[in-house]
């Protein structure tokens, strides 16, 4: 995986950022994973900074995960967005002098993990992320 799978929103300047990443699927055990990250994106009002492209990781046709399937919202016969499987990170900037924060939310990736956690690790470093 090259870094063209990031698709960058932003690039603002953080203080030695720590990375907090959820997963939602089948390890999300009473949705505590997606749940924290969803928690702390809504109460810091964390800004939407990049995502990972869903083509490389993800089974759009598997049977046994309609979740998975991509789908649209469609009004008056147009069809008004399209909603894949993804990697969402977010950003606060705290204004107290500690590290910033880095959020990300992901659909647990189907297929090649080892790809994916190394395309995780680079963005966090090129970030400079400090923990994780």
């Given at each position: 995986?090259?870094?063209?799978?990031v698709?960058?929103?932003?690039?603002?300047?953080?203080?030695?950022?720590?990375?907090?990443?959820?997963?939602?699927?089948?390890?999300?055990?009473?949705?505590?994973?997606?749940?924290?990250?969803?928690?702390?994106?809504?109460?810091l009002?964390?800004?939407?900074?990049?995502?990972?492209?869903s083509?490389d990781?993800?089974?759009?046709?598997?049977?046994?995960?309609?979740?998975?399937?991509?789908?649209?919202?469609?009004?008056g016969?147009?069809?008004?967005?399209?909603?894949?499987?993804?990697?969402?990170?977010?950003?606060?900037?705290n204004?107290?002098g500690?590290?910033?924060?880095?959020?990300?939310l992901?659909?647990?990736?189907?297929?090649?993990?080892?790809?994916?956690?190394?395309?995780?690790?680079?963005?966090?470093?090129?970030?400079?992320?400090?923990?994780l």
């Amino acid at each position: 995986m090259d870094s063209r799978s990031v698709i960058r929103y932003r690039r603002p300047k953080l203080f030695r950022p720590n990375l907090v990443m959820g997963f939602e699927g089948w390890a999300d055990a009473a949705r505590i994973s997606s749940g924290v990250v969803g928690r702390l994106t809504d109460k810091l009002n964390a800004k939407r900074l990049a995502e990972i492209r869903s083509d490389d990781f993800y089974i759009f046709q598997s049977p046994d995960n309609e979740a998975r399937r991509p789908i649209t919202d469609v009004k008056g016969g147009q069809v008004r967005a399209l909603s894949l499987p993804s990697t969402v990170f977010r950003f606060f900037k705290n204004r107290r002098g500690s590290p910033d924060l880095i959020i990300a939310l992901a659909a647990e990736p189907e297929l090649k993990w080892d790809s994916y956690a190394e395309l995780v690790l680079n963005f966090a470093e090129e970030l400079g992320v400090g923990r994780l």
